[in-house]
């Protein structure tokens, strides 16, 4: 480790915090393919996030750390992910879980699939 390189450490920490985080957002967005809890599309939304986690994480250890990678690293990773995970996360379900009933009950209430049938024909 060169002379000064650990004042670096703090701005890197906190920055894999945020990508923990926004990875953390990211998986909360694909709760929207998990709610019915059907296998096929967990195991399809499990496989792109996973995707989205190792690319997104593999740049920014490129772009800001010029390619080194350090325990921390995945430390502030995880610590990141977490904490959206206790306290964002629950929000972001509730608001998910909110507007899915408020579709399905606007889809009930229309009908859309009488609509669609008469569109087809």
């Known amino acids: 480790m060169k002379l000064f390189e ?3 450490q703090a701005p890197l920490f ?7 985080i926004i990875l953390g957002i990211v998986y909360d967005i694909f709760y929207v393919f998990r709610y019915k809890r ?4 967990m ?6 996030f996973s995707g989205i986690f190792f690319v ?12 080194n990678m350090y325990w921390f690293i995945f430390l502030a990773l995880i610590l990141g992910f977490i904490a959206e995970r206790i306290t964002l ?3 972001i379900k509730i608001f998910i879980d909110f ?12 009908n859309i699939s009488k609509y669609l049938k ?3 024909k």
């Open 6 to 8: 650990s004042s670096k």
């Open 14 to 20: 906190a920055l894999f915090i945020i990508l923990g």
């Open 38 to 41: 059907r296998p096929v599309l």
């Open 43 to 48: 195991a399809v939304s499990d496989i792109l």
């Open 56 to 67: 997104l994480t593999l740049h920014f250890i490129e772009k800001f750390n010029n390619g």
């Open 89 to 91: 996360g629950n929000f």
């Open 99 to 110: 507007f899915a009933k408020i579709l399905y009950n606007l889809y009930r209430r229309l």
């Open 118 to 120: 008469m569109l087809s």
